[in-house]
Each structure stands twice: as structure tokens, then as C-alpha cells.
């Protein structure tokens, strides 16, 4: 089983900044079956990027996805209010999906 | 729009069953694979088990594996999860999902129903 790890845990910027979001997978994974999410407290989560880079439908472009093999990042380039949540990178490998463990972003 | 709504959930003893609904609506259902997911009290997510679109496959988390059972029915554009067995770990929000095809991510996610198991 493919096992994500994301880091930080916690990040802790101000609106306006730039958020780096780091997810490395135990194995390599297919970018295409790398993806990206949102949730807000009591809310289900949001697609946001899937295949790794490809923004999911109404997402704004300051979202951005990258990377291959075991390393995967989340770029958020300039933060709004409303992106203050946790992100979550999830993978899909061999009839297991299995999540990390979650970035939170709070308001510095 | 499409939509997915779970209902379902409730309070119910170690030991004991209860089982999940799903209503799909503003796509087609017959066409998609579907997911629940869960997330326990403060954790992050966990994904519990898939179906494929027309019910050919089904897959599960070693967690709820011969304990959970998923299904659906496309006459009635709904997706189960039939929980026996519950453990106090069971406890969490459960939410449906939709399989984004040729990716194997989500894109459609319920608000989630809650299961708490408490004797």
C-alpha cells in the first residue's frame, strides 16, 4: 500500500502570501491518479486538481499542481480569505485509493 | 446540478448494523463509478469502499473488509453501504462520491452523514 505523507502539518501565512503544500508518496505513483482536495470545517471535500496538474472545473488559477514519481506539490500563489482550509493529496493504485494526512492553512 | 445526498446515520451499539444511502441526482448515475469515504471526529479522510458503474466490481478498505458491503441500485439512482459488525473506530462522517473517470479521484461529494457507535 502506497502510503502519503504531507508537510507541512500546519502552515501559517498571511492573505497575499504564497502556500507551498508538499505530498511524497512511500512509492511512485502515476501523475495521473494524483490528486488534490479542499475541505472546509463541517463541509465535504472539493476536488481541486487531478492528474496532478489539471485544475478541476470553476477553480481559480492561483491554484496550481505539480510534480512526478514520489513528490507532488499544491501551490496556492497569492492566498485569499477563503482559502484558508485543509488540503488532502490522494492517490489511486493497484484497487486502493488512499489519502495523506492533511495540510491545515490558517490566517497567520 | 448534480448531487449527492447520504442519509442514515445515527447512533447504534457496538455490534450492531446500519446501512447508508446515497441519492444521486443531475447526472447519470448508471454510468459512474461511486465511492464512500469516511472521516472520523477531528482525523483526516479515509476511503472506505468503491463500485464499479454497473455493479461488476467492489473493493474495500482492509479496515471495513467483510464487514461492509457496498452497492446500488441504478433503477433508483442510489448507492448503499451496508455496515454489520460496527466497531466504536467506525465512528465518523460518511460521504459518497462520485469516481472521476480515467483519474480515480472524486469529483461529486455528498455533505455526509454521521455515524456514531457507542454502547
Known amino acids: 500500500e502506497i502510503v502519503l505523507t504531507q508537510s507541512p502539518g500546519t502552515l501559517s501565512l498571511s492573505p497575499g502570501e504564497r502556500a507551498t503544500l508538499s505530498c511524497r508518496a512511500s512509492q511512485s505513483v502515476s501523475s495521473s491518479y494524483l490528486i488534490w482536495y479542499q475541505q472546509k470545517p463541517g463541509q465535504a471535500p472539493r476536488l481541486l486538481i487531478y492528474g496532478a496538474s489539471n485544475r478541476a472545473t470553476g477553480i481559480p488559477d492561483r491554484f496550481s499542481g505539480s510534480g512526478s514519481g514520489t513528490d507532488f506539490t499544491l501551490t496556492i500563489s497569492r492566498l485569499e480569505p477563503e482559502d484558508f482550509a485543509v488540503y488532502y493529496c490522494?492517490?489511486?493504485?493497484?484497487?486502493?485509493?488512499?489519502f495523506g494526512q492533511g495540510t491545515k492553512v490558517e490566517i497567520k | 446540478q448534480e448531487q449527492l445526498v447520504e442519509s442514515g446515520g445515527g447512533v447504534v451499539q457496538p455490534g450492531r448494523s446500519l446501512t447508508l444511502s446515497c441519492a444521486a441526482s443531475?447526472?447519470?448515475?448508471?454510468?459512474?463509478?461511486m465511492h464512500w469515504v469516511r472521516q472520523a471526529p477531528g482525523r483526516g479522510l479515509e476511503w472506505v469502499a468503491v463500485?464499479?458503474?454497473?455493479?461488476?466490481?467492489?473493493y474495500y478498505a482492509d479496515s471495513v473488509k467483510g464487514r461492509f458491503t457496498i452497492s446500488r441500485d441504478n433503477s433508483k439512482n442510489t448507492l448503499y453501504l451496508q455496515m454489520n459488525s460496527l466497531r466504536v473506530e467506525d465512528t465518523a462522517a460518511y460521504f459518497c462520491a462520485r469516481e472521476l473517470w480515467g483519474y480515480y479521484g472524486m469529483d461529486v461529494w455528498g455533505p455526509g452523514t454521521t455515524v456514531t457507535v457507542s454502547s
Open positions: 463500485i464499479w458503474y454497473d455493479g461488476s466490481d467492489r
Open positions: 443531475g447526472f447519470t448515475f448508471s454510468r459512474s463509478g
Open positions: 490522494q492517490q489511486y493504485d493497484n484497487l486502493l485509493w488512499t
